[in-house]
């Protein structure tokens, strides 16, 4: 059984066209433990097998028991994909995907205004650094809560609108963060 597992780790390893010292360091084990796999002369942990699946999108009962296809399907998407990865959680997903589906120029915006909020927090606590701020600081400043969101909200639907007008017009899917 040691042995089965073993040879599929190693036909593995041949599939991703990598030496079995990258695939060690890949899942964080030393080298020596992977070449002791491949020969049958340890069984590997279930998280082993649950880091070679999650690294190399490897099917888990294809490694465990030989049936089956080697790789789970790639996803079309590649937030999901990174979602995998990084396990986050659906609000960080949500976020992560609001925030790209933005116009580049809104995204700048964003981060312009969050410079700001930093600095300001900066002066507060620097009062040598404070520097007489700009009419742009000045108004950002003063936002409330409520006005931020409903201002990302409204760019938010000035986003869906635009994009939903350019798939009227077969432009494509311009809703993706490549797009």
Same mark, same amino acid.
């Not at 073993?6 to 080298?31: H, M, P, S, W, Y």
């Not at 900066?122 to 003063?142: E, F, G, H, L, V």
């Given at each position: 059984m040691d042995a089965e597992i073993g040879n599929r780790i190693g036909t593995l390893i041949e599939a991703l066209g990598i030496k079995k010292v990258r695939f060690a360091e890949c899942i964080n084990i030393d080298q020596s433990y992977v070449t002791q796999l491949t020969n049958g002369k340890?069984?590997?942990s279930d998280r082993t097998i649950a880091d070679i699946c999650r690294e190399f999108n490897v099917n888990e009962v294809w490694l465990r028991t030989g049936k089956g296809e080697m790789f789970n399907p790639k996803s079309p998407d590649a937030l999901e994909q990174?979602?995998?990865?990084y396990k986050i /959680? /659906?609000?960080d997903y949500v976020i992560?995907?609001?925030f790209l589906s933005l116009r580049p120029e809104t995204r700048k915006e964003m981060f312009d205004y969050f410079r700001e909020i930093v600095a300001a927090m900066d002066n507060d606590y620097?009062?040598?650094?404070t520097a007489s701020p700009t009419t742009s600081q000045r108004?950002?400043?003063?936002?409330t809560r409520e006005e931020l969101h409903a201002e990302l909200d409204r760019q938010l639907a000035e986003e869906k609108e635009a994009t939903e007008n350019a798939s009227d017009f077969g432009c494509g899917n311009s809703g993706t963060a490549a797009g």
């Amino acid at each position: 059984m040691d042995a089965e597992i073993g040879n599929r780790i190693g036909t593995l390893i041949e599939a991703l066209g990598i030496k079995k010292v990258r695939f060690a360091e890949c899942i964080n084990i030393d080298q020596s433990y992977v070449t002791q796999l491949t020969n049958g002369k340890r069984k590997p942990s279930d998280r082993t097998i649950a880091d070679i699946c999650r690294e190399f999108n490897v099917n888990e009962v294809w490694l465990r028991t030989g049936k089956g296809e080697m790789f789970n399907p790639k996803s079309p998407d590649a937030l999901e994909q990174l979602a995998r990865k990084y396990k986050i /959680s /659906s609000t960080d997903y949500v976020i992560i995907e609001k925030f790209l589906s933005l116009r580049p120029e809104t995204r700048k915006e964003m981060f312009d205004y969050f410079r700001e909020i930093v600095a300001a927090m900066d002066n507060d606590y620097n009062p040598k650094k404070t520097a007489s701020p700009t009419t742009s600081q000045r108004s950002a400043c003063k936002m409330t809560r409520e006005e931020l969101h409903a201002e990302l909200d409204r760019q938010l639907a000035e986003e869906k609108e635009a994009t939903e007008n350019a798939s009227d017009f077969g432009c494509g899917n311009s809703g993706t963060a490549a797009g």
